[in-house]
């Protein structure tokens, strides 16, 4: 038997707003939005303009500053929207105002973690300052890809009323 989805009247639209500039799961977001009908919005700098593939691309183009982005998603978003970023930040920010923060990677950030997430950026952060660097993050795997198809299938599943 399919779900259920339960709609309440006064319900506004929920939006999954994606910190896009160097977001590697696009196409992800845009086929499962699509299964929940859920609106996405892209949001990036101008320096990363590009055309929609598509009519389902909803895109935002801000300024070039380095944390536009991030303060058009936190001045735009409301309570059950999703945020997909990399920045913890930005996430950081997020957590309290009742959204669903994830990573491409497929990791939900928690209020329980997120700081000892901010404190490993600060060291990183100081380590930078003093000329050491550390590899970056690997490259995104399959594993990852379907993770975060699976944490955001759940988070949709569950926002929607879907009994399982």
């Given amino acids: 038997m399919e779900g259920w989805r339960i709609t309440l009247l006064n319900e506004q639209e929920k939006t ?49 500053h380095k944390e536009a982005a991030d303060l058009y998603i936190a001045n735009h978003v409301k309570p059950g929207d999703i945020v997909v970023t990399q920045d913890i930040g930005l996430a950081s920010l997020l957590l309290n105002r009742n959204v669903s923060v994830m990573s491409e990677r497929g990791r939900l950030y928690k209020e329980d973690t997120i700081d000892f997430a901010l404190e490993g950026r600060h ?15 690997k490259k995104l795997n399959k594993e990852d890809r379907e993770r975060f198809i699976t944490l955001l299938q759940k988070i949709l599943s569950n926002d929607e009323g879907i009994l399982h």
């Fill in 16 to 64: 999954i707003f994606v910190d896009a500039d160097a977001c590697p799961v696009k196409d992800e977001i845009l086929q499962t939005a699509s299964e929940y009908e859920v609106q996405v919005l892209f949001v990036a700098s101008f320096e990363h303009y590009q055309l929609s593939r598509s009519n389902e691309e909803k895109w935002k183009y801000v300024d070039p």
């Fill in 123 to 137: 060291f990183s952060g100081k380590q930078r300052r003093k000329g050491v660097y550390a590899k970056g993050p």
